[in-house]
């Protein structure tokens, strides 16, 4: 039963899809019909200004896209030149960082200094009030 069940929904699977298929067909040719119908009712005079048209539409993009790849050009040129920068301004904060770090341990090592020659006064000092 549950065979005979599967072969039938299969079945009518395929039959859908092929209806489907030969829809789109129908559709396809129906367009097809209309076009040659638009055509058909355009004069000549109407197909060259139409043309005109597009023509004068695509010489507009056109420059429309020469300016938008110089612009994007400037822009990736730009875009280098921040980046060439940003490499710059890194490694003198690395370089700065590195002087930095060398200022800190000197003063640390001053600050050392400074303590032992303030207690070697004061000990100076006692001994000679002593």
Do not use: G
Not at 48 to 72: A, V, W
Not at 92 to 113: A, C, Q, V
């Amino acid at each position: 039963m549950k065979k005979a069940m599967m072969a039938t929904w299969s079945e009518s699977k395929e039959s859908s899809e092929e209806e489907k298929e030969k829809e789109v067909a129908n559709m396809c040719f129906m367009a097809i019909d209309d076009l040659d119908e638009v055509n058909s009712n355009f004069s000549d005079e109407d197909m060259h200004s139409i043309f005109e048209e597009l023509y004068e539409d695509f010489e507009k993009l056109s420059l429309k896209n020469n300016s938008l790849k110089k612009k994007i050009q400037e822009l990736e040129k730009e875009l280098e030149e921040v980046k060439e920068k940003f490499s710059i301004d890194e490694i003198s904060k690395t370089d700065l960082e590195k002087e930095n770090e060398i200022l800190r341990n000197e003063n640390e090592i001053l600050k050392k200094k400074n303590e032992w020659l303030t207690s070697s006064l004061l000990i100076f000092s006692w001994t000679k009030i002593l």
